[in-house]
């Protein structure tokens, strides 16, 4: 009997791997999570005001329900025509989700059908993996390297395709090597993608992080790749409104009327109030997302320096919200030094072997904390490190 596609997964790696470390991080009182990926920050107030004034006015259900999502969509709308160079159709172009996460599955089931391979440059988001195993297709990791900072080569996408090949996932900035894919080299997979009619499967989760001038290209920004990309966003990030589960995939009308299929199978539409919430954050005022930029601009320098002081080799992060570090000098599997970290200095960073096996020895650090939580943490940390050699 073969095996169902929840079966399939294995429980203990991935996502489930990082719950058990935040569970045993929430044992301490002193504890500091540089493992997280949501943001620190208050989501901004005038989002909260918009959504306290919806409550004193209650919509009548049906009808203003789908009003919202109509007005959101068109707001998303124009995010992607000013942030991304894409134009989409927001009536049958964009479908809502609840967060990234629902948005990165459903883009995944839509694209792949059993047995389809599909090209990841790796290291990469864990839940790419689990998404891929869900619908049957086969991940076909394409490397990159600390030395060369992450950057993904085109070259070696291409000699990774043959005729199974249906997909080319595009995360940039990336997740968790912090590397932003440039206009060059999205133009040369775009073409790869046209030569071999391949589907690109585009991530902009992070593209209002970038730092040192990097410059992010949306997939379906190019001429004529709009017809075979879905692209996926979501307010989390930004807007450091992880909570409030609003997302979106973006593609070409055939694709989306069967994204939404499912979508609409699986938990319907998005709540009214994160629509809201939605539609105050892409319409209102810019400067808090301008400042928690500016914010993770100081931090990440904060991080470099202590990376630099202890001598750890790492990739330069262009974008994101973290640095992907090489430990593997201190000769430990990546989850022994993520346990003996937390234990010794009630510090957690997520091990590298939570984005796939080829990543152990690397540890990710986030830079989601204030500057004073970041500096004390990592000074616990490089000051245990030193201890191990
Ligand atoms: C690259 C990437 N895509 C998607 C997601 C999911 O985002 P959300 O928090 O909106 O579910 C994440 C979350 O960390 C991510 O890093």
């Known amino acids: 009997m073969s095996l169902r596609p929840t079966e399939a997964v294995p429980a203990r790696t991935g996502t489930s791997l990082l719950y058990a470390l935040l569970a045993q991080l929430r044992q301490y009182t002193d504890g500091v999570n540089l493992g997280r990926g949501d943001p620190d920050f208050a989501t901004p107030s005038h989002i909260l005001d918009a959504v306290r004034a919806a409550l004193d006015a ?21 995010r992607l025509r000013r942030i991304n160079g894409i134009q989409v159709d927001p ?7 609840q967060g990234g996460q629902e948005a990165l599955f459903l883009m995944v089931q839509t694209a792949l059908a059993p047995g389809d391979e599909v090209l990841v440059p790796e290291p990469n988001y864990n839940t790419y993996a689990d998404a891929i195993r869900f619908a049957g297709a086969v991940r076909v990791p394409v490397a990159t390297s600390v030395e060369e900072h ?95 589960r609003l997302g979106w995939v973006a593609g070409p009308a055939p694709l989306m009327a069967q994204l939404r299929r499912v979508k609409e199978a699986t938990s319907g539409g998005v709540s009214t109030l994160s629509v809201r919430a ?71 960073i ?3 072997v939570s984005f796939g096996e080829a990543w152990d020895g ?28």
């Open 150 to 244: 992450f950057a993904v080569d085109p070259e070696k996408v291409r000699a990774a395709i043959t005729p199974a090949t249906r997909a080319i996932v595009m995360v940039s900035p990336n997740n968790p090597s912090a590397a932003v894919l440039s206009p060059d080299q999205v133009k040369a997979l775009a073409a790869l993608a046209e030569q071999h009619d391949l589907l690109v499967l585009a991530d902009d989760i992070y593209d209002r992080f970038l730092y040192d001038g990097a410059v992010h290209t949306s997939p379906a920004s190019l001429p004529g790749m709009k017809a075979r990309t879905l692209t996926l966003n979501a307010l989390s990030k930004a807007y450091a409104m992880t909570g409030w």
């Open 350 to 352: 997520y091990p590298g």
């Open 58 to 78: 209650p919509e009548r259900e049906l009808g203003d329900a789908s009003r919202l999502r109509a007005n959101l969509c068109e707001a998303i709308a124009a």
């Open 278 to 348: 939605g539609i105050a954050a892409l319409t209102g005022p810019e400067e808090p997302l301008l400042e928690m930029h500016a914010a993770y601009t100081r931090r990440r320098r904060i991080v470099l320096d202590a990376l630099d002081s202890a001598g750890f080799r790492y990739g330069i992060p262009q974008g994101g919200q973290f640095v992907l570090a090489d430990m593997r000098r201190l000769g430990l599997s990546s989850l022994d030094l993520a346990r003996r970290i937390l234990e010794e200095t009630h510090v957690l």
């Open 91 to 97: 009536q049958t172009e964009i479908v809502l989700t």
């Open 362 to 389: 690397f540890m990710r650090i986030t830079f989601l904390q204030p500057e004073p939580v970041l500096q004390d943490a990592l000074a616990r940390v490089v000051h245990a490190l030193s201890a191990l050699g």
